[in-house]
């Protein structure tokens, strides 16, 4: 499985952005796909995630109301529009899958991408 992610850039705070992440090979029918970020010297936070089968979505604090994952079911491909987006936004964005249907909030994603940059400025 490969994830390609796209979006992001330097936006002002206020602004939105959406950022997808489009999955390749063999991802199977139950899975689960998610968005973290990592700021400079910080660690990697979990933002978001949605099951494929269910559409369930959960985020994290602090991006609750702000945030919105969705997913595309032709395309096998997740977006993560962010709204009212804040200087502390600014991070690397990484899409991940977990085949196992289980991670969720936790690090242990099989798969990741590349990683995304977004920097808000103030």
């Known amino acids: 499985v490969q994830l390609q992610a796209s979006g992001g850039g330097l936006v002002q705070a206020g602004d939105s952005v959406r950022l997808s992440c489009a999955a390749s090979?063999?991802?199977?029918?139950?899975?689960?796909m998610a968005w973290f970020r990592q700021a400079p010297g910080k660690e990697r936070e979990f933002v978001a995630a949605?099951?494929?089968?269910?559409?369930?979505?959960l985020y994290g604090d602090a991006v609750k109301g702000r945030f919105t994952i969705s997913r595309d079911n032709a395309k096998t491909t997740t977006s993560l529009q962010m709204n009212s987006l804040k200087p502390e936004d600014t991070a690397v964005y990484y899409c991940?899958?977990?085949?196992?249907?289980?991670?969720?909030?936790?690090?242990?994603?099989?798969?990741w991408g590349q990683g995304t940059l977004v920097t808000v400025s103030s």
């Open positions: 991940a899958l977990d085949p196992a249907n289980s991670a969720w909030k936790n690090l242990r994603y099989r798969y």
């Open positions: 090979g063999r991802t199977g029918t139950s899975f689960i």
């Open positions: 949605i099951s494929w089968r269910s559409s369930t979505t």
